[in-house]
C-alpha cells in the first residue's frame, strides 16, 4: 500500500499542475488594415516552463517582425502569482479574415484567434512622401442624430520622434466625445518603407440634426535628428526639428429622428439591444414576505451608459418594490462603446395567490438595418403561498369575524350614547366660556404717565444715561406699544435709542447729551391703531409690559 501511495502521489502532482498551467492567446485589435501589424500576446503561469513558444505554425500567414518576453510577479491574497508574457509583433500576408493558429509551449496549447485585414486605404499612398502625416477618417458618412460615429486618428511617421508628440482632443459644436480605449501604436509598409503609426478613436455622438463639419485636427512633434554631427568635437545631440501636421476637414450628413418613430418613447438609436432579468433567489418557491431581488440589464451597443433611459418600474399590487441605486458601465469595443445599465429592486410579496407581472418593453432604432424594433421581456406569473410564520393563531374561545353577541353589541351602543353626550356637553360649555371675560382688567397703579415724563425729562438735560434709561423704561410700560414698536415707525427716536445704548454700553457715556431724546419723546406721532391692553379676546396679553 505504501509503494502504491508513493507512486501515486507524483502522477496526481504532475495532473494538477497540468490543469493549472495554461497558455492563454490576446491581440490587441482584430481588425487591421493592409499593411499594418498586429501585437499578439502569449501569457503563461507555469513557472516550471523554460523556453519559449514556438513560432513556427506562424510563418506561412505572417511575418515575425519582432517578439519580447515580460516577466511578472503578482501578491494577490498573500500569495505570489508568476506570469511570463511573450508579446510577438505580426505582419500579415494576405488580406480576409486570416487565423493566428494554436502555438504550442511544452505540453500547453493556446487558442486560435481570428483577425479581419482589409485593404489599405489609398489616400496614404499619396502621403507616403512626408516624414509624418496624419489621416482623419469616420466610419461612415451619415449618422442619426444622437447616434454614434466613431473618428478615427492615424499618425504615420517614417522617422524617429521625441516624446514631446501631442494631438488636440477633437473639439465638435453640439455633439458629444467620448475616447475608445487607450492610445495604439503598431506598425505599417507603405510602398515599401516602414512607418510607425499612432491611433486614437473617439465616438461623436451629434445633438443636432443638419451638415456637421469636423474642423482639421493637428499633431506637434519634435523629430530626431539622425545626421550626422558637421563638428566631431560637438558634445550630445544636436536639437531636432518641430514639425505640425493637420489631417483633412470632414463634413458628417446628421439625419433627424425618424417620423415613424413614437413620440411617447424616449430616442434610443443603437446598432444592437439586449434585454435580460435575473432574479435572486429563483421566484419558483415564494412565500408571503421573502424578499425577492429583480435585476433588469439594458446592453445597448452604440451608445454611452449616460444615454439609456430607465427601465419600467415594478408597480403591481401585492408586491412592495424597494428599488436600488442603477449600475452604469460603459466597454469600448472595435465597434465604438456598448453602454449597459443594470437597475436592480427587492420585491416583497404581501399576499399569497398569483401575482401577475406585466410585459417589459423597449422601444428603439436600429441603425445597421435601419427600422424600428422591440425588445421586452415576457409577462410572468408569481405564485405566492402562506407564510406558516406569519399566521397568526385565534384562541378557541375568541369570536369568530361576523359573529357578534347582542349584549356586547348593545354595551358598544350605550358607550358611543354616553361619549356624544359629554363631547356636545363639553363644547357647549366651551362657546360660553369664550364669550366671558376670563380676568377683568386690573386697575392702574403706580406714577402716572405726567410723572414718568417728568423723571425722563430730567434725567436727560442732566446728560444722565443710566436715570434716563430707567425713566424711558418705566414710562414704556404704561405706553400701549412698545418702545421698539414706537423706534420702528419714528426715526428720530431710533436714532436717539441708539446714542442711548451706545452711551451705556461704551467708554463715552460721560460725554453723552440726553437733548435728542428728549425731543424725539415729546414729538413722538400718535399711534394710527392702539390696541386695548387686554385684546379683543378678553384674555389679558402673554407678556404683559
Given at each position: 500500500?505504501?509503494?502504491?501511495?508513493?507512486?501515486?502521489?507524483?502522477?496526481?502532482?504532475?495532473?494538477?499542475?497540468?490543469?493549472?498551467?495554461?497558455?492563454i492567446a490576446s491581440v490587441d485589435r482584430s481588425r487591421l488594415n493592409s499593411g499594418?501589424?498586429?501585437?499578439?500576446?502569449?501569457?503563461?503561469?507555469?513557472?516550471?516552463?523554460?523556453?519559449?513558444?514556438?513560432?513556427?505554425?506562424?510563418?506561412?500567414?505572417?511575418?515575425?517582425?519582432?517578439?519580447?518576453?515580460?516577466?511578472?510577479?503578482?501578491?494577490?491574497?498573500?500569495?505570489?502569482?508568476?506570469?511570463?508574457?511573450?508579446?510577438?509583433?505580426?505582419?500579415?500576408?494576405?488580406?480576409?479574415?486570416?487565423?493566428i493558429p494554436s502555438l504550442q509551449l511544452g505540453e500547453v496549447q493556446s487558442q486560435p484567434i481570428t483577425v479581419q485585414v482589409v485593404e489599405s486605404d489609398t489616400r496614404e499612398d499619396k502621403q507616403s512622401g512626408e516624414p509624418v502625416f496624419i489621416e482623419a477618417s469616420l466610419d461612415q458618412s451619415s449618422v442619426y442624430v444622437q447616434a454614434q460615429v466613431i473618428l478615427t486618428l492615424r499618425i504615420y511617421h517614417s522617422v524617429s520622434?521625441?516624446?514631446?508628440?501631442?494631438?488636440?482632443?477633437?473639439?465638435?459644436?453640439?455633439?458629444?466625445?467620448?475616447?475608445?480605449?487607450?492610445?495604439?501604436?503598431?506598425?505599417?509598409?507603405?510602398?515599401?518603407?516602414r512607418h510607425g503609426v499612432i491611433e486614437m478613436r473617439y465616438a461623436i455622438y451629434p445633438q443636432h440634426s443638419g451638415l456637421l463639419t469636423i474642423a482639421p485636427q493637428t499633431f506637434s512633434a519634435t523629430l530626431v535628428d539622425t545626421q550626422p554631427a558637421q563638428d566631431a568635437t560637438a558634445q550630445?545631440?544636436?536639437?531636432?526639428?518641430?514639425?505640425?501636421?493637420?489631417?483633412?476637414?470632414?463634413?458628417?450628413?446628421?439625419?433627424?429622428?425618424?417620423?415613424?418613430?413614437?413620440?411617447?418613447?424616449?430616442?434610443?438609436?443603437a446598432r444592437s439591444l439586449s434585454l435580460s432579468e435575473s432574479w435572486n433567489?429563483?421566484?419558483?418557491?415564494?412565500?408571503?414576505?421573502?424578499?425577492?431581488?429583480?435585476?433588469?440589464?439594458?446592453?445597448?451597443?452604440?451608445?454611452?451608459?449616460?444615454?439609456?433611459?430607465?427601465?419600467?418600474?415594478?408597480?403591481?399590487?401585492?408586491?412592495?418594490?424597494?428599488?436600488d441605486q442603477p449600475v452604469l458601465t460603459n466597454q469600448s469595443s472595435e465597434r465604438g462603446l456598448i453602454g449597459s445599465r443594470e437597475e436592480r429592486e427587492a420585491l416583497v410579496p404581501s399576499r399569497s395567490g398569483a401575482i401577475e407581472l406585466p410585459t417589459v418593453d423597449v422601444?428603439?432604432?436600429?441603425?445597421?438595418?435601419?427600422?424600428?424594433?422591440h425588445s421586452s421581456l415576457p409577462a410572468r406569473t408569481l405564485q405566492v403561498a402562506n407564510n406558516p410564520s406569519l399566521q397568526v393563531d385565534t384562541p378557541a374561545g375568541s369570536l369568530q369575524p361576523g359573529i357578534v353577541d347582542n349584549d356586547t353589541l348593545w354595551w358598544w351602543k350605550l358607550s358611543t350614547l354616553i361619549l356624544a353626550c359629554t363631547t356636545l356637553l363639553g363644547f357647549g360649555l366651551?362657546?360660553?366660556?369664550?364669550?366671558?371675560?376670563?380676568?377683568?382688567?386690573?386697575?392702574?397703579?403706580?406714577?402716572?404717565?405726567?410723572?414718568?415724563?417728568?423723571?425722563?425729562?430730567?434725567?436727560?438735560?442732566?446728560?444722565?444715561?443710566?436715570?434716563?434709561?430707567?425713566?424711558?423704561?418705566?414710562?414704556?410700560?404704561?405706553?400701549?406699544?412698545?418702545?421698539?414698536?414706537m423706534a420702528a415707525r419714528f426715526v428720530p427716536l431710533s436714532d436717539a435709542l441708539d446714542g442711548l445704548n451706545g452711551a451705556l454700553y461704551s467708554e463715552t457715556g460721560q460725554h453723552w447729551q440726553g437733548e435728542d431724546l428728549w425731543r424725539a419723546i415729546r414729538t413722538i406721532p400718535a399711534a394710527e391703531r392702539v390696541q386695548d391692553p387686554v385684546g379683543d379676546s378678553g384674555l389679558p396679553p402673554l407678556y404683559p409690559k
Open positions: 500500500m505504501t509503494r502504491f501511495t508513493a507512486l501515486l502521489l507524483p502522477l496526481l502532482i504532475c495532473t494538477a499542475t497540468a490543469q493549472a498551467a495554461e497558455l499594418e501589424t498586429v501585437e499578439l500576446t502569449l501569457e503563461s503561469n507555469d513557472v516550471t516552463q523554460f523556453g519559449k513558444p514556438d513560432l513556427t505554425p506562424l510563418e506561412p500567414l505572417f511575418e515575425v517582425r519582432g517578439t519580447r518576453q515580460v516577466n511578472q510577479l503578482n501578491t494577490l491574497n498573500d500569495e505570489n502569482r508568476a506570469t511570463t508574457r511573450w508579446i510577438i509583433t505580426l505582419l500579415p500576408r494576405q488580406n480576409g479574415s486570416v487565423v520622434l521625441y516624446d514631446d508628440s501631442s494631438l488636440t482632443p477633437p473639439q465638435i459644436a453640439d455633439s458629444r466625445i467620448e475616447q475608445l480605449g487607450d492610445m495604439r501604436t503598431y506598425e505599417k509598409d507603405i510602398n515599401g518603407v550630445g545631440p544636436k536639437p531636432g526639428k518641430l514639425l505640425r501636421v493637420s489631417s483633412s476637414e470632414i463634413a458628417l450628413t446628421v439625419k433627424p429622428k425618424p417620423l415613424t418613430y413614437p413620440a411617447d418613447a424616449p430616442w434610443l438609436p433567489p429563483e421566484p419558483e418557491h415564494t412565500q408571503v414576505g421573502d424578499s425577492l431581488t429583480r435585476s433588469l440589464t439594458l446592453k445597448v451597443e452604440g451608445l454611452a451608459s449616460s444615454q439609456l433611459p430607465t427601465l419600467p418600474a415594478t408597480e403591481v399590487n401585492g408586491l412592495r418594490r424597494y428599488p422601444v428603439w432604432w436600429n441603425t445597421f438595418e435601419d427600422h424600428l424594433e366651551w362657546w360660553r366660556a369664550r364669550w366671558q371675560p376670563a380676568i377683568h382688567r386690573a386697575a392702574q397703579t403706580g406714577p402716572s404717565p405726567r410723572t414718568l415724563m417728568d423723571d425722563i425729562k430730567r434725567a436727560s438735560q442732566a446728560n444722565d444715561p443710566q436715570a434716563t434709561r430707567q425713566a424711558l423704561d418705566a414710562w414704556a410700560r404704561q405706553q400701549p406699544e412698545t418702545l421698539a414698536d
